[in-house]
Each structure stands twice: as C-alpha cells, then as structure tokens.
C-alpha cells in the first residue's frame, strides 16, 4: 500500500444537467460534467461561460457612488488640482495604481502615485502619509485595492481638507469610512451584478466610466491583479482574464516586455500560469523587499532601456526573496516543531524577531502545505513592540469572521476568509493564538485537518486523447473559482517508474492499461518511487497536458499525487548492500522481524529496532497491521509466517530472506543411505564420529552434514546412543519410520520452504502471501 497525500473527493456527477449540456452545447460528456461542477447548470451560463467575449462588461456607473466619484475626478482634472493615487505593494496594488494613473494622465491630470513601504508605514492609508500629501499640496486621494478598513485615517484627511475616494475589493468591515465616495461591489446594499472584482478590477471600472467606453488598453495590467490576486475567474473577472491574456500576449508595454523576456516566456506560450508563476512573483518581489515603486515604474514606462533595467533589477530582487523565504520556512518549521505542534495547536501563530515581513506571507503558505493548520507567521519589533504579519487558512476555517472577533486587540487587520493581514502589540500574540485556538477547536473537526483534493472526474487511460485535452482546455483561464481540472485514474499498472531531476526528487512514470499508455510526471514525488512494488496497481490524480516535443505530441498527466490500495510485496531476496536500502525505505511503520538472533548480528542490525520471533507463540501476538515488514530471515517451518500474519497482515512486505545454508540444493538423504548407514554401524561397533565421520563421508561421496544428519535422526528415533562422539547401535531400538524424527521433519519442511519462498518467481511469493491475506481477513471476521 502507498498512502495518498490528502484525500480524494470525486465531485457528485448529475447524469441528468450533464446531459442537458451535451445535448445542447454539443460538447463531451467531459467538458459538459466539468461545467456542471462549477455551478454552470443552465445553457444560458454555460455557453456564457465557454463564449466569454460574447459578453460585455457591466456599466460601471452600476457601482455605487461611481457618478459621485467621477464628478468629483474631474471636477479635480479642471482645476488643475494634484491627485494622489494611494496603492498597495503586491501585485493586484501595483496594476490598480498603474490603471489608475494611466486613466488619470489620459485625461490631462496632475497625477503622481504613493504606494506605502511594508517596513515603515505597513498595510494600507495611514495618517503620516495623508499629511504628507496635505503638505504636498495633494487636495484629492484616490486609494486602489486598499481603504476599506481605514476609518481613522478617512477622520484624518476629512479633519485636514483632502477630499477622499476609496475604490477596494477587501472584505467591508461593520462600518465605512468616511469618505467622498466608496466605490466597492460588495458595499452593504450594492446593486452591482458581480462582487468578486480584484483591486484592479474596480479601478479598471473607474477608468471605463472615465473614458466612457471599455479601456481595452489597460487589460495587459488589469490581468495581472485579476489572477495573482486569486479572485474567483468568473464572471466579469473571467472576462477580463480571457482578454488579458489576449492582450498580454500582443503588449506593446516595454515593461511587461522586458519582463517577460527576463523570465525566458514567448509571447504566444503566455496564460493564466504566466501571470500566477512568472509575472506576479517577480512583481510582488519588490513590494516584499523595498519601495514598491520601481514595479509601477516598470509598467508605466514608455524607455525600453529603462524597462530593461527595471526588470532586470526586478528578476534579481526575485531571487533574493525566493533565498528568503527558503530560509525563513526552515525557520519556522523548527518553531513550530519545537514550541507549537500542530498536535495540540489547531491553529498555528509564530512570531520572531528579525523575520522580514515582505515574505511572512508566503511562509505562512508554506506552512499550511507542510503542517495543514490555519496559520499566521509575525514578524516582531522589539523597538515599538509590534508584531506584524500575515494569515493563511484551510477549508472550513474562516479567518476573516475569526479574526474579526478579535477586533479588541487587532487594531489594524484585513483580509478575505482564506488569507488575512495584521499588526498587534507584541503582548497581545499569545491572546491571539488563544482566541484562535479555542475558535478553531469549536468549529473545525478532526478531518479538517486532513488535505483535501478535490477530483474533477474519474477517468480512464483510453478516454485520455489530444482531442480530449484540447476540449477541455475550453474551459480556460484557469484559476480560484475555475481550477484546472483534475483528473483520477484507478488500478492501472505501472510500465516503466523512475526517478528524475538533478536532485532526484521528481517521478517519471508510464501507465498502463493494456493495449492503452499515458506518461506521467510527478514534480516532488520522486520519493514514492521505492513504495511501488513490481505488479502493483496504482491509483493518480493530476492535471492533463500535451506534450509537444521534437515535432510529437502527447498527452501526458502532471501529477499530483499517486496511491497504492493493496497490500505490496518488496522482493528483495538476494539483496547484498540491505544497509543502504534500509536507509532508503526507513519510516515509522517500519518492522524488522528476523526467526534467529544472529541473523541480527550478521546483517549488523544491532542498532536498527528488530523483532526476533522464537516461538509461534510470540508471532501469534504481534500486530502488523498497517505495518511495513522486513522478514530478515527464514524460519524453520511456514506454520512461523502464517501465525505471524494469522489475524494481522501488513501493508507491506519486503522479503530479504537471509541465509547461509541452503537446505533445498542439499538433498535428503534416501532410505537406501540410511540402511546402509545402519549396517555400517552394526558391522563396525562402536564408531568415532569425531575422527573419522569425514572419511566416512568422502568415502561414500557424501558430505559431512548428511553423515551428522543421519545419525542425529537415528538418534531421535531411539536407534543408536551416542556419547562423547561415539555412536552404537541400541540394543532396544523398536521399528519406527524415519519421518518421526523432529530433525527429519524439521529439513523436509525446511527445504518445501525454501522451495516456496526462496526460490520461487516473484508471482509464485505474492500468490503464497495473497493466500495468507485471505485467511488473515477470514479469521478477522470470525474473530469479530
């Protein structure tokens, strides 16, 4: 058996909508189930959802106070009066400043940006940067992707004279700033049809209602907020996604083209995984380490050598915050460890000085892959006894509303039900962690605390086909809302397993279902390659592919986990360097047992945790199930095994079988040696073992074990004495056949043994422990 990574949950299949769709849409049964698991079960949404640039995007002016936003715009654009454009430092902030101020400069305003540094002033509007623009002789601020939490600072800038616009997205708090106008699509009472606008997506509808028609100009930026900031792409967001990456594909920005020329992309290979693995990180890097602002600069510019240089300054400041983060988790997982295990912390909240704030955020990530506990990572200043930091949850967990009832000692926060931002006193941590904790323990159970993959559909090998993959791809971009689909594929064998990469820690497997194959790659599952027996079916889920390589294409499958549901046989009979192999398969579920205590000392196991099984007593009472069993040795007989696994069978059995002596190519002697043997000895009289058995032995071409076998059988059976090495004929020996002696029948069973465990076929072994499994479920159920 190899245990999957999480769960597997197969989506429901409504025979009766899927079919409607088939019907209607003229798509596969695949595509057809695909959308009714997203919700789209009318023909109306499907074929809205499949023909995206059919629809048109909404008015704008549907958003509340947009007419009053606008008015008070260019009211400021006629007088000539300074506008600030107040951001944020990821990557949905920095689209939504450049959108912002491209709209602003079209229409001939005096325009600059602001975008506050993560380390000095943290998250959001603050009350020393409005003064500042007051100073400046800023009259109007205009906030994208932030502002909705920021009710001190609305006081601020209504108590000194600037007028305020909050455009955001974050989740509204119990009461609004106070401001000129909000324009938000989830304002409590908003009539807007579509809430689930990105940062981006709000300021690119302030700049349609500006220009009065769609900016199409500005979709190269506004998907860049759309995707890396992980709004559902539905809807109007899927729109925008599909046209952005259009345009992305086509821009003419210097920026995004040095950009992506840095990051090695063509142009026409770009998508949604562009924007989510290229583009985004390399954004948000900037924000994670410094200013924020040489990123809008980078979109802004119309200087290919200026662009250049900005994104390669960019790519580097990338690499630096991927060594960061790589360091920091370590850190962190130590902490967790060692001060806060997930076993009795159903919500993890570390804090350390010195953690850079820019990246606590993708450590908190981290975290939840590794641990999967809702996690907050805060980084402290010790000089103004703050804890800053950044939240990650789980499925079931919502970390805005928990976080919320801890509004007394959360003076700043914001955030969404999965991913959250704070700062707190220092002294307030441990009443954090708490609170969460005891939330957490009321709401979730112990299978939230298990993975989770959700599972598109189930198919197999022979429905998998270019064709297929292109129809699915249909359903594109691909992103939180609309995830690439996954696949599962069941009980297929395994043609060829092997591990690839410099580090060797990824998987390059073929599957197989005669006459059918389909390649598969598991980035990160090299290591499951040595719990895949020989014959074993296996089980995957992952995400399909094409293949396009050396002009061939082929669909493949990426991988994502691998399992196998029956027990597995490891035959490792043979084997000379066990130590190493030992080191490779070495886990918590491992159980050497050997039938001989040297068998320990002569494999060196000495330090390694072993059972040695003297009696079949003792292998009566060990309980293997779940259990990975090394069977070191033979024991005498198989009545040994089969007590062993009798009411429990393992997981898993590796077979090594160590021996010196092989009693199968030894053979018993007749009963013709026997009766000469003992005419011998009647002739001879008493005999001397010890200085001339040997001769014996070559004189009758036997060897000197057969000589001692047949006297210690003769022995048994009461027909000689033997006494200092000398043996003699019994004068009371009665008739009794020789397989009554224990020494006889101990090497008749030994060498059935050996014939059926140390020198049968790989499929003969399995077959042998298939019948010992059955019996095992059989005497379970009796049992029970």
């Known amino acids: 058996m190899l245990q999957s990574k999480t769960r597997w949950k197969v989506n429901e299949y409504n025979q009766i909508n899927t079919n409607l769709l088939v019907n209607?849409?003229?798509?596969?049964?695949?595509?057809?189930?695909l959308l009714v698991n997203r919700g789209l079960t009318t023909i109306e949404s499907a074929r809205e959802f499949l023909e995206p640039d059919s629809l048109e995007f909404h008015d704008p002016y549907l958003l509340d106070q947009m007419d009053v936003a606008i008015e008070r715009i260019l009211k400021a654009i006629d007088n000539k009066e300074r506008i600030l454009v107040?951001?944020?430092?990821?990557?949905?902030?920095?689209?939504?400043?450049?959108?912002?101020?491209?709209?602003?400069?079209?229409?001939?305003?005096?325009v600059d940006f602001y975008i506050p540094n993560r380390f000095t002033e943290g998250y959001g509007p603050n009350e020393t940067a409005f003064r500042w623009a007051k100073s400046e002789g800023f009259s109007l601020i205009i906030t994208v992707d932030t502002g909705i939490s920021a009710l001190r600072e609305a006081e601020v800038a209504k108590e000194i004279g600037i007028d305020l616009i909050i455009t955001d997205h974050h989740e509204v708090g119990p009461e609004l700033p106070v401001a000129t106008a909000i324009i938000h699509p989830k304002k409590p009472n908003s009539l807007y049809p579509f809430k689930e606008l990105a940062g981006v997506g709000v300021a690119f509808k302030v700049a349609h209602a500006l220009r009065g028609e769609v900016p199409d100009d500005l979709l190269d930026v506004a998907v860049i907020g759309t995707i890396a900031d992980l709004v559902p792409l539905h809807g109007e967001n899927r729109l925008l996604a599909k046209k952005g990456i259009r345009a992305l594909q086509n821009t003419n920005r210097p920026g995004l083209k040095a950009l992506l020329k840095k990051a090695k992309i063509d142009s026409?290979?770009?998508?949604?995984?562009?924007?989510?693995?290229?583009?985004?990180?390399?954004?948000?890097?900037?924000?994670?380490?410094?200013?924020?602002?040489?990123?809008v600069d980078l979109l802004m510019t119309n200087d290919p050598e200026e662009a250049t240089y900005i994104a390669d300054e960019i790519d580097e400041m990338n690499k630096e915050r991927q060594q960061l983060v790589n360091q920091m988790t370590q850190e962190a997982i130590k902490e967790v460890e060692e001060n806060y295990p997930p076993t009795s912390n159903s919500v993890l909240v570390i804090a350390k000085e010195g953690w850079n704030s820019g990246v606590i955020g993708i450590v908190a990530s981290r975290l939840v892959d590794r641990f999967y506990r809702p996690t907050i990572v805060l980084s402290i200043d010790s000089e103004k006894g703050l804890a800053k930091g950044s939240a990650r949850s789980i499925q079931g967990f919502n970390l805005y509303e928990s976080l919320s009832t801890c509004r007394d000692i959360l003076p700043h926060f914001g955030g969404h039900p999965m991913a959250a931002g704070m700062t707190l006193k220092v002294d307030d941590v441990n009443d954090l962690r708490n609170r969460l904790n005891v939330i957490a323990n009321e709401v979730l159970t112990s299978e939230d605390f298990q993975p989770i993959t959700a599972v598109d559909a189930i198919c197999g090998i022979q429905d998998i086909s270019i064709e297929s993959i292109l129809e699915m791809n249909k359903l594109a971009p691909f992103g939180m809302g609309n995830p690439k689909p996954i696949v599962q594929i069941n009980d297929v064998s395994v043609n060829t397993i092997r591990r690839i990469g410099a580090n060797q820690s990824h998987l390059k497997i073929v599957l197989q279902d005669d006459p059918n194959t389909l390649d598969g790659v598991g980035f990160g599952l090299?290591?499951?390659?040595?719990?895949?027996?020989?014959?074993?079916?296996?089980?995957?889920?992952?995400?399909?592919?094409?293949?396009?390589?050396?002009?061939?294409?082929?669909?493949?499958?990426m991988l994502q986990d691998i399992a196998v549901n029956e027990w597995q046989l490891f035959d490792i009979r043979g084997m000379r360097d066990f130590a190493s192999y030992l080191e490779k398969i070495r886990d918590d579920k491992l159980q050497l047992i050997a039938f001989s205590q040297t068998t320990i000392e002569k494999l060196r196991l000495t330090n390694h945790r072993s059972t040695v099984v003297l009696s079949i007593e003792e292998a009566i009472k060990l309980q293997l199930e779940s259990k990975h069993v090394v069977l070191l040795d033979l024991p005498d007989e198989a009545e040994w095994i089969k007590a062993l696994f009798g009411t429990s069978f393992p997981t898993r059995i590796y077979t090594l079988f160590?021996?010196?002596?092989?009693?199968?190519?030894?053979?018993?002697?007749?009963?013709?040696?026997?009766?000469?043997?003992?005419?011998?000895?009647?002739?001879?009289?008493?005999?001397?073992?010890?200085?001339?058995?040997?001769?014996l032995a070559k004189y009758r071409g036997w060897s000197r074990e057969t000589v001692d076998f047949m006297s210690q059988v003769f022995f048994e059976l009461d027909f000689v004495k033997i006494d200092k090495g000398f043996i003699t004929l019994s004068n009371q020996a009665k008739k009794r056949d020789l397989t009554e002696s224990r020494?006889?029948?101990?090497?008749?069973?030994?060498?059935?043994?050996?014939?059926?465990?140390?020198?049968?076929?790989?499929?003969?072994?399995?077959?042998?422990?298939?019948?010992?499994?059955?019996g095992s479920h059989l005497l379970e159920e009796a049992l029970s």
Not at 96 to 102: A, E, I, L, N
Not at 542 to 549: D, P
Not at 683 to 689: A, I, Q, S, Y
Not at 749 to 755: A, D, G, H
């Open 86 to 110: 107040f951001g944020d430092y990821d990557a949905d902030g920095v689209s939504s400043t450049t959108v912002m101020m491209t709209a602003l400069k079209e229409k001939g305003a005096n």
């Open 24 to 33: 209607e849409l003229q798509v596969t049964p695949l595509v057809a189930f």
């Open 526 to 557: 090299g290591h499951t390659c040595e719990g895949i027996s020989p014959l074993s079916k296996v089980s995957v889920i992952g995400e399909l592919s094409i293949n396009e390589w050396n002009n061939s294409r082929k669909p493949q499958i």
């Open 658 to 695: 160590f021996h010196e002596q092989n009693h199968f190519f030894s053979t018993i002697p007749t009963r013709e040696h026997f009766k000469w043997f003992y005419a011998f000895l009647a002739k001879k009289g008493p005999f001397d073992m010890n200085r001339y058995a040997h001769d």
């Open 743 to 774: 020494t006889y029948q101990l090497k008749a069973s030994r060498i059935e043994l050996e014939k059926q465990l140390l020198y049968s076929s790989y499929q003969q072994l399995k077959y042998w422990f298939d019948s010992l499994n059955k």
């Open 268 to 295: 026409k290979e770009i998508s949604e995984e562009t924007v989510g693995f290229a583009i985004g990180p390399r954004i948000n890097a900037v924000g994670r380490l410094q200013s924020a602002d040489p990123a």
